[in-house]
C-alpha cells in the first residue's frame, strides 16, 4: 500500500512539473463610494431650514405631524456603543436637540459624534413619545420618525436603508458637543418640551447628583400581550430589588422570582393594581 501511494504522488508530481499552468484571474470587489459631505448649500432645494426648537414648536399633544418640506440640521450627540441609547440618533443644533428614530443599530460606527447631520424634513413625521397625564404625568420627548400604521405611537423607526440615507444626510466633522453643566434646580419642568426649554434632548452634565440605592424598572409579564395593560405590567421603585444592572436577563428574573425578592411587588399600573407578584 506504501508503495502504491507513493507511486500516485510521484505520478501526481510528474503531471504537475509537465502542465503549463495559466494565471489565474483575481477579483476585487471596489470598495462603496463614500458620498461627498454635505453643506447647507446642499440643502437649498429642499425648502427653508428650520431650528430644532421651531420644528418642535409645530408639535400639538396626542397629533403626530407629516411634515412636507424643510431641513434642519444638527451635530451628533448620542453614542450606542454603550447601549444605553437603541436604534436611535440624537443631534442638537443652537436652540435645542431631537431624537430622530433611524431604526439601525451600531450607529456610533456611520454617525461620529461631533458630526454634522443634515435632515430632510419632507416624508417624515414629528410625534412625541413618554406623554402621561396625571399627578406624575408630564409631556414626553417630541421625535422624528415615519407614521406608525400600527396607531399604537405616534412615530415608528424608520428602519429602511433607503428612506434613512436619503434623509438623514453627513456633513462635515465638527468639534464635539461640550456638555451644559446643571444642576438639579435648572431641570426641565414635566410640562416643558423642546420648544420650551433648550436642555431637552440635548447634551447635559448633572452636577451635584447622589446614588439612591434604589432603582426604577418597568417589566411586562409577557411581549405577547399588551405592553400598555395594567394586567401586564410591574414597576419597581424605591430600592434596588435585587437588580444591578440595567439590561436584566431572563434566567436572572427568575432567580429572583424563586428567592421571594419580589413577593411585595404588585402587578399594575398607575393607580390600577391586580394583586402581588
Request: with cysteine.
Amino acid at each position: 500500500m506504501k508503495k502504491i501511494l507513493l507511486a500516485l504522488v510521484a505520478t501526481a508530481a510528474l503531471f504537475t512539473a509537465c502542465e503549463e499552468w495559466q494565471p489565474v484571474g483575481t477579483f476585487k470587489y471596489s470598495e462603496p463610494e463614500e458620498l461627498p459631505l454635505v453643506t447647507d448649500a446642499d440643502m437649498a432645494g429642499y425648502g427653508p431650514r428650520t431650528t430644532i426648537k421651531d420644528l418642535c414648536g409645530r408639535y400639538v399633544n396626542g397629533t403626530p405631524l407629516k411634515l412636507e418640506s424643510g431641513w434642519i440640521k444638527g451635530q451628533v450627540i448620542s453614542n450606542d456603543a454603550s447601549g444605553n441609547i437603541y436604534r436611535s440618533l440624537y443631534i442638537q443644533d443652537e436652540t435645542g436637540g431631537i431624537e430622530i428614530k433611524t431604526g439601525r443599530t451600531n450607529s456610533s460606527n456611520e454617525y461620529k459624534m461631533g458630526q454634522w447631520v443634515y435632515v430632510k424634513l419632507g416624508g417624515l413625521t414629528l410625534g412625541m413619545y413618554g406623554f402621561k397625564t396625571g399627578t406624575y404625568g408630564g409631556q414626553g420627548m417630541i421625535q422624528l420618525g415615519l407614521t406608525d400604521q400600527s396607531g399604537a405611537y405616534e412615530t415608528a423607526y424608520i428602519d429602511l436603508p433607503l428612506i434613512v440615507d436619503s434623509h438623514i444626510l453627513k456633513g462635515e466633522m465638527g468639534t464635539p458637543v461640550v456638555p451644559v453643566k446643571l444642576t438639579a434646580a435648572q431641570l426641565p419642568g414635566k410640562n416643558d418640551t423642546q420648544a420650551t426649554n433648550k436642555y431637552i434632548g440635548t447634551l447635559v452634565e448633572l452636577e451635584g447628583l447622589k446614588y439612591g440605592n434604589e432603582i426604577f424598572t418597568l417589566i411586562y409579564l409577557s411581549y405577547s400581550q399588551d405592553t400598555k395593560a395594567a394586567t401586564n405590567r410591574i414597576f419597581l421603585s424605591g430600592k434596588t430589588w435585587g437588580i444591578t444592572t440595567w439590561g436584566l436577563s431572563k434566567e436572572k428574573m427568575g432567580k429572583l422570582l424563586e428567592a421571594g425578592t419580589w413577593d411585595e411587588a404588585y402587578v399594575g399600573s398607575g393607580n390600577e393594581t391586580h394583586g402581588k407578584v
